[in-house]
Structure formats: structure tokens, C-alpha cells
């Protein structure tokens, strides 16, 4: 069987053209345009990268969006007072700060700063706990993009056995959790770098989500013909896969 590639920009585009429609509805009942406040702090390349998506990506739903720029000399005191003020600010309706933070400020007290209610990256505690009794207020941005890819290609979860490469508290462990939810209903194996022999684990998957970072980790050799593969970090799969992967 040759493989299927699931075509991630179409389905990418497909969900910008969904929003800007409910957007628009929304704009229309209410006279309220939704507005998206985005805090990069420093120079990180990557991350400057991600903000300006972020950018296009509002402006091409219909959102409104700012975008504050702070020195990567902002101390930890001075990020709060920000954080605090879009959380007062009621012309903001979600907040987003950039990851990865400089080291002098400890993330961790930052993203517990953001009012759950504006946490649209749901990294608040109050969002996680609400997301893993399955009635969210929001969702992770990479695994429901995930979820998302599944769903509109048609790909069934129920009963399939999902491996997630990774348990980092942005992307693997709300994976995992997504998937195991009721109406997803996945068995689903979480492998880390302490797990043993991760390639047998993975040859065992129907649906393999590899979300650790490391290029060429996934080997063709490690893949089930049949299976299907969505990389969401910068890793590429080392070799051909055999066999109907997507």
C-alpha cells in the first residue's frame, strides 16, 4: 500500500475560513470584535517566528491583536504588572505569552498569573483540570490541532492504540489526555527517555504522535504498516515508511 500524506496547510486553511465565519456571526450579534494580547519577551528567533503567525493568523480570521514587545532585560516584577494589566483590561479577551521565557523569570508563576479566563493557551491550572474531566474552556493549541488533523481526515481513534512520543505539559501529556477522552476513546502509551525500547512500543501503535524534538528520532523501521504518523515538533522521520502511513 502506498502512503497517504495528510495535507496539514489545506486543513490548516480550511479551520482559518471556519473562524473568520464565526467571527464574523459573533462581530454581527454583539458589536464585539475578539482581541488576542500577545507578550514576546526577547529576541528568540524561533519565537519571533511564532508571534508574527500568530499575527497573520488574526488578521486573517478577523481578530483583533496586539502584540507587546519587551526586553529581554524585563525583570519578573515588570512582566506581572503586564499580565495583570490585560487581565484588567476588558478590551482583551485572550492572552498568550511566548514560551520559551528568558531564565531570570520563572514561567511557571507567569502563565499562573493569566486569568483562566483569557488562558487561551490552557496552560493554567484551572484549564488543565478542566480539560482532563473533558469539559474544556480551552485547548492546547498543538494537540487540538491534532485532534483537529484526525478528525478532518476521517482517521477513527475509538479502540486504536495511540502512542505519544513526549510528556512536556504543552504538547504530550494534553495529547495523551485528549486522546483518551470519551468521544476520542483511544488506549493511549506515553514514551519518554526513560521508557525501554520505545521503537517496539511503537511498532505496536495505530497512531503515532511524536512530540519531542528530536530530528530523525522516528525511524520508518519503528512504524506498523498502516499506521498513522503526525509530527507536530521539528523531527522528520529518518527513513521511507512502509506500508499505508500517513
Do not use: W
Not at 488574526?58 to 481578530?63: F, I, N
Not at 532585560?73 to 503586564?82: G, I, P, S, V
Not at 494589566?85 to 514561567?107: E, M, Y
Request: glycine share 8%; charged share 20%.
Amino acid at each position: 500500500m502506498s502512503a497517504r500524506i495528510i495535507d496539514g496547510k489545506l486543513i490548516a486553511e480550511q479551520t482559518r475560513n471556519e473562524v473568520a465565519q464565526a467571527v464574523q456571526t459573533f462581530r454581527e450579534r454583539t458589536g464585539v470584535t475578539p482581541h488576542l494580547a500577545a507578550v514576546l519577551v526577547g529576541n528568540d528567533p524561533a519565537s519571533e517566528v511564532y508571534v508574527r503567525n500568530k499575527e497573520r493568523a488574526c488578521q486573517k480570521a478577523g481578530l483583533a491583536s496586539t502584540l507587546h514587545r519587551l526586553s529581554g532585560a524585563t525583570t519578573q516584577n515588570e512582566l506581572l504588572d503586564l499580565v495583570q494589566r490585560l487581565n484588567s483590561d476588558p478590551t482583551v479577551h485572550g492572552i498568550l505569552v511566548q514560551l520559551p521565557l528568558p531564565k531570570h523569570i520563572d514561567a511557571t508563576l507567569i502563565l499562573d498569573a493569566i486569568h483562566p479566563t483569557k488562558d487561551v493557551d490552557a496552560f493554567h491550572p484551572e484549564n488543565v483540570g478542566l480539560m482532563l474531566q473533558g469539559r474544556p474552556r480551552f485547548l492546547p493549541c498543538t494537540p487540538a490541532g491534532v485532534m483537529r488533523l484526525l478528525e478532518v481526515s476521517a482517521i477513527p481513534t475509538s479502540g486504536q492504540h495511540a502512542v505519544v512520543i513526549g510528556r512536556s505539559d504543552i504538547v504530550g501529556k494534553p495529547m495523551a489526555a485528549l486522546l483518551l477522552q470519551k468521544g476520542a476513546d483511544a488506549t493511549v502509551t506515553v514514551c519518554h527517555s526513560r521508557t525501554k525500547d520505545i521503537a517496539e512500543v511503537c511498532r505496536s501503535a495505530d497512531i503515532v504522535v511524536a512530540a519531542l524534538g528530536i530530528p530523525e528520532f522516528l525511524r520508518g523501521s519503528m512504524i506498523k504498516p498502516g499506521a498513522v504518523v503526525i509530527d507536530v515538533g521539528i523531527n522528520r522521520v529518518g527513513e521511507r515508511l512502509v506500508g499505508d502511513v500517513h
